[in-house]
């Protein structure tokens, strides 16, 4: 079993930054695809993964360039990095991580998630 907690989310102006992280604990993270998504009303998207060893990331169009997602297996967290922010990225962020090492862009196929965290970004 794995719990997963979010934080780092809060209320930020159009342009600034905020970096959310995944803490992991139960059991080790480091085999674990992690997936970042976003739930906004009527809209759930994935926004970012990252597989177990850091070799494969992927984003969603509206945030290449501007969003960077990295783990740190020796402190069970991963995290996305979020920078030039928009009011369209206002949502609740949540981490969900899969047994199969590598991330999906379906959010069915995770094992665990995280409770969320809210992101709002004031115009």
């Known amino acids: 079993q794995v719990q997963l907690v979010e934080s780092g989310g809060g209320l930020v102006q159009a342009g600034g930054s905020l970096r959310l992280s995944c803490a992991a604990s139960g059991r080790a993270f480091s085999g674990y695809g992690v997936g970042w998504f976003r739930q906004a009303p009527g809209k759930r998207e994935f926004v970012a993964g990252i597989?177990?060893?850091?070799?494969?990331?992927r984003y969603v169009d509206s945030v290449k360039g501007r969003f960077t997602v990295s783990r740190d297996n020796t402190k069970n967290t991963v995290y996305l990095q979020m920078n030039s922010l928009k009011p369209e990225d206002t949502a609740v962020y949540y981490c969900a991580a899969s047994r199969n090492l590598y991330y999906y862009v379906d959010y069915e196929k995770y094992d665990y998630w995280g409770q969320g965290t809210q992101v709002t970004v004031s115009s």
């Open positions: 597989s177990w060893d850091h070799g494969n990331t």
